[in-house]
């Protein structure tokens, strides 16, 4: 599609008015989003109906601006839907004062690729596989070879009574001064 209806579009972010004004450039509709790491979840909805084999996509971009990552995408048969986005567990997102969130007409075989691809990769499930290796390592630094034998000769754990409390602080004591650092991790 050539150029897009500013109105075809409303964008709903939880606590907030539905926008439906955006500023165009070229074949894109975009807004700026001040505390990304803030927003949790967005609403896309369409106002009005798109042509045939189109359907309406919801992107972000950091600066400087070069790039789009999908976020979702809705179209005639679905006209609305809510989306995570990750923004509070992205390193690229969570430290930024303000981002872009691009919306975009595009031909429905683009978006079924896109929503594929996006549905492979799940944030969220990324970074608590992270705190629970976290977790585990802290443990197993107090493993001792032979301290107690089970049965069929297994080694059992033992840790401190207070053990998740003592790692519970730390890690807050870390994540206060690099909210990132459980993804910098292996």
């Given at each position: 599609?050539d150029?897009?209806s500013?109105?075809v579009?409303?964008?709903i972010?939880p606590?907030?008015?539905?926008?439906?004004?955006?500023?165009a450039?070229?074949?894109?509709?975009?807004?700026?989003i001040?505390?990304?790491?803030?927003?949790?979840?967005?609403?896309?909805?369409?106002?009005?109906?798109?042509?045939d084999?189109?359907?309406?996509?919801?992107?972000y971009?950091?600066?400087p601006?070069e790039?789009?990552?999908?976020?979702g995408?809705?179209?005639?048969?679905r006209?609305?839907?809510?989306?995570?986005?990750?923004?509070?567990?992205?390193?690229?997102?969570?430290?930024?004062s303000?981002?872009?969130?691009?919306?975009?007409?595009?031909?429905?075989e683009?978006?079924?690729t896109?929503?594929e691809?996006?549905?492979?990769?799940?944030v969220q499930?990324?970074?608590?596989?992270?705190v629970?290796?976290n977790?585990?390592n802290?443990?197993?630094?107090?493993h001792?070879e032979?301290?107690?034998?089970?049965p069929?000769?297994?080694?059992?754990?033992v840790?401190?009574?207070?053990?998740?409390e003592?790692?519970?602080?730390k890690?807050?004591?870390?994540y206060?001064?690099?909210p990132?650092f459980?993804?910098?991790?292996?």
């Amino acid at each position: 599609m050539d150029s897009i209806s500013p109105n075809v579009f409303g964008l709903i972010i939880p606590g907030e008015p539905m926008i439906t004004e955006f500023q165009a450039y070229e074949d894109f509709l975009f807004i700026d989003i001040p505390k990304p790491a803030s927003i949790t979840t967005i609403g896309l909805v369409l106002t009005t109906p798109l042509p045939d084999g189109f359907g309406g996509s919801l992107y972000y971009s950091i600066p400087p601006f070069e790039n789009l990552e999908f976020i979702g995408a809705v179209g005639n048969l679905r006209p609305s839907d809510i989306f995570s986005t990750n923004f509070a567990l992205n390193p690229n997102t969570n430290e930024l004062s303000t981002l872009k969130l691009v919306l975009r007409v595009e031909p429905l075989e683009n978006l079924k690729t896109l929503v594929e691809l996006s549905t492979s990769i799940d944030v969220q499930k990324e970074f608590v596989k992270k705190v629970a290796k976290n977790l585990y390592n802290a443990m197993a630094s107090y493993h001792k070879e032979g301290l107690i034998i089970g049965p069929e000769g297994a080694d059992y754990l033992v840790i401190p009574s207070n053990f998740l409390e003592r790692w519970l602080e730390k890690f807050e004591i870390k994540y206060r001064l690099d909210p990132n650092f459980i993804l910098k991790t292996d």
